[in-house]
């Protein structure tokens, strides 16, 4: 069973910046891309960073210049570097994982709030 456990989250003022950061564990010798999802309350869930089976990063797109997502596979760890936040990036954030050859994100850690004030 994998196991995701999120770090890093807080309050910040508009333009300024967090660092989250989720930690894998339980998924033995497989391959798992992960990857970030964030949902605000009254809103759907959405997809906000992601490690492809490639490796490389995807975003969303009111996100891209702004949010930086890294994966340390030596360390089984997932980061996501957010910069210039804005209020509207205030959500519950989620780390996710799949097996890379599936497309559905299987695993899910508890979710780590940020909070974005003017």
């Known amino acids: 069973q994998v196991r995701l456990v999120e770090s890093g989250g807080g309050s910040v003022q508009s333009g300024g910046s967090l660092r989250l950061s989720c930690a894998a564990s339980?998924?033995?010798?497989?391959?798992?891309?992960m990857g970030w999802f964030r949902q605000a309350p009254g809103k759907e869930r959405e997809g906000v960073a992601f490690?492809?089976?490639?490796?490389?990063?995807n975003y969303v797109e009111s996100v891209k210049g702004r949010f930086t997502v890294s994966q340390d596979n030596g360390k089984n760890t997932l980061s996501l570097q957010m910069n210039s936040l804005k209020p509207e990036d205030t959500a519950m954030y989620y780390c996710?994982?799949?097996?890379?050859?599936?497309?559905?994100?299987?695993?899910w850690g508890q979710g780590t709030q940020v909070t974005v004030s003017l």
């Open positions: 339980g998924y033995g010798y497989g391959n798992i891309c």
């Open positions: 996710a994982a799949r097996w890379c050859y599936r497309s559905d994100y299987m695993w």
């Open positions: 490690i492809m089976s490639t490796g490389v990063p």
